[in-house]
RNA sequence: GUGCCCGUAGCUUAAUGGUAAAGCUCCGCUCUGUGGCAGCGGCAACGUGGGUUCGAUUCCCAUCGGGCACC
């Protein structure tokens, strides 16, 4: 892999770049969609490309408990097997330790609002473990949520499978820990997880595939700053940002630049599962190459197109009677050909085709966002 | 025409001689390394008219509407 910096912001942390990869290169910044199952939920790898998807990330967990990546390697790695010539992440797995973990305990994303609902919410301190799984020195026992079976991951399955599977980007096994979580929680799950991306350098044998260290530290200034410096100092191909961000989003601006100097300029920078739209400009001024989130797809499936001004919940019976496109200025093909009354009135039936159109939309919005910033950013404007 | 049964929220159904509960729908809200989920909140009803009773959605009568059986 080679990450080629083509040019730096004057007046942000921002940089325009191209990352070759083995499947071949991509402009950064830029937005990688989730294919956690090796899809875009919804779509064929053909309706992402045309969605001007360039890159995906699909997930180490879910694959090895299904098909297994055994299977995957027999089709010829994900690539082929999903019919996805393209670069490819795969996260490790680590984000699982926490969304089948601590997540689902206290039913918690990795954002946490600290409004009056949460203010009773406990904290997690050293010593607790969560209710599903057991984390080891070693990595973490899991319940296999298919079977129940018991399914232990550290950095070496991880990046074992992780080989076996064949994207071209991998990243270290982690642990996410809860937002809840204190000081001395996320102290000792950092240094743990520092621990397990030595171990992940050294599993790796491959050197086909880039392998991307993980910082941790939660929202502690002098955690993100230690976390940053020590995997900075590893022989990491890049870096990616994981764990909680704040509550806010001037909170999280500020953690990633803390974040940012304490990194070696020269490596790509990945932010695991941030980027609303609002978020897309700060992080990337911020310094980040690629950031991945769940965003686009995810509110597709719930009925809710992203538009310039915001978003639009289809499922509102006004809609029914609307006969624009989702958003006028769009030039996907579903806002050239369908319109919001229609679309409206599929959710409505639950049709699937709904999902389908809403996804494809809110990709290429997305895809274009970013495209638009790197636009501005060879102007000199971001 | 006669007999029997049934009328509770937009829909499907509960419960009760002290003014009513749930599911779906509908209307809000939440979801950031993904649950085609889920969760939270809200609107909303005793067919109509009498009677008995301190009090009737509940018991009685009539009426209207629906169903079944018989003629």
Known sequence: MEFKILKKSKISRARLGILKTSSGEIETPAFVPVATQAVVKTLT????????????????FHLHLKPGEKIVKNSGGLHKFMNWPRPLMTDSGGFQVFSLGFGRDFGVGKIIKNNADNADRKTVGVGQQPKQLKITEDGVIFRSPIDGKELFLGPKESIGIQENLGADIIFAFDECPPPNADYEYNKLAMRRTHRWAVQSLKAKKLKTQSLFGIVQGGKFKDLRIESAKFI????????????????NKKTMEKMVGWIIENLPGGKPRHLLG??????????????????????PTHYARRGIAFIPSGKLDLNKSFFLKDKNPLDKKCGCFVCQNYRRNYISHLLRAKEITALKLLTFHNLYFFNSLVEKIRKQMKKGEI
Request: aromatic content about 10%; overall charge negative; glycine content about 14%.
């Open 232 to 247: 900075g100092s590893q022989p990491f191909d890049g870096f990616g940002i994981g764990g909680e961000f704040g509550d």
């Open 45 to 60: 790898s053909e309706e992402a490309e045309a969605a001007k998807c360039r890159i995906l990330i699909a997930n180490t």
């Open 274 to 295: 941030i980027g609303y739209p609002e978020d897309i400009p700060k992080i990337i001024k911020a310094g980040i190459d690629t950031f991945d989130c769940v965003a």
